[in-house]
């Protein structure tokens, strides 16, 4: 069965460093998605992306985050300058059709980011 | 803005125990409604959703069933076991392009 793939499982990181989180999404899929879940909190949403350009982002995707799709199967969040508070549990998604239309996200395993 | 509430945890049941997690939304639109589950150090697996008001969702003896009038969307079991320890997310999608989650419930079932 398809599934979407993460890398690296565990990603420890010093304070000010740049990161590249890394997502392969299912290959038919158009939608891809980034979510992120701090330990004990709700997951949040980051952003979403179709045809090579951002649809929609959420507060939380400032300037220090950006979105890539360098390759037809990679899909990468790269975060520029990582703060404590970046520390978090990320994970990619992605869907046939926009999840509006009712067609189920698929999530990866995730990325356990470390900041320190 | 949208947003979902869930009771909150952890909820600790005996094996065989009936369970129910409350959902409950706020929406504009008619979002579509989903529940999430997250087996410990695992991502993030549908267990279930549900497209319209009435819709009852189902997988793996779980069920929950689209209520516009209550805005609730509750997942039940009948008899529960200790593999369904997890945290149970629920989730909806309305017209734009995002799952937005409710905080989680974790569920811990004792043999």
């Known amino acids: 069965e398809p599934e979407v793939t993460q890398t690296p499982s565990h990603q420890v990181t010093q304070m000010g460093q740049e990161v590249i989180l890394r997502c392969v999404p299912i290959?038919?899929?158009?939608?891809f998605y980034w979510y992120r879940q701090i330990l004990g909190q709700k997951v949040e949403f980051l952003v979403s992306f179709y045809n090579n350009e951002i649809s929609e982002k959420s507060e939380i995707f400032d300037d220090q985050f950006s979105v890539e799709r360098p390759d037809g199967s990679n899909f990468t969040l790269k975060i520029r300058s990582t703060k404590l508070e970046d520390s978090a549990m990320y994970f990619c998604?992605?869907?046939?059709?926009?999840?509006?239309?009712?067609?189920?996200?698929?999530f990866g395993p995730g990325t356990r980011l470390t900041v320190l | 803005g949208n947003s979902v509430t869930q009771m909150e945890g952890p909820v600790t049941l005996s094996e065989e125990a009936f369970l129910t997690i409350n959902c409950t939304y706020t929406?504009?639109?008619?979002?579509?409604l989903f529940w999430y589950v997250q087996y410990p150090g695992e991502g993030l697996q549908l267990l279930l959703k549900a497209t319209k008001a009435d819709d009852k969702g189902s997988n793996k003896g779980f069920e929950a069933t689209y209520r516009k009038e209550t805005t609730s969307f509750h997942l039940e079991k009948g008899s529960v076991q200790v593999s369904d320890s997890a945290v149970y997310f629920c989730?909806?999608?309305?017209?734009?392009?995002?799952?937005?989650w409710g905080a989680g419930t974790k569920l811990i079932i004792k043999p």
């Open positions: 929406a504009t639109g008619y979002p579509s």
């Open positions: 998604a992605s869907s046939e059709l926009p999840s509006g239309a009712n067609n189920e996200q698929f």
């Open positions: 989730a909806l999608s309305d017209s734009n392009y995002q799952l937005i």
């Open positions: 290959s038919n899929h158009l939608y």
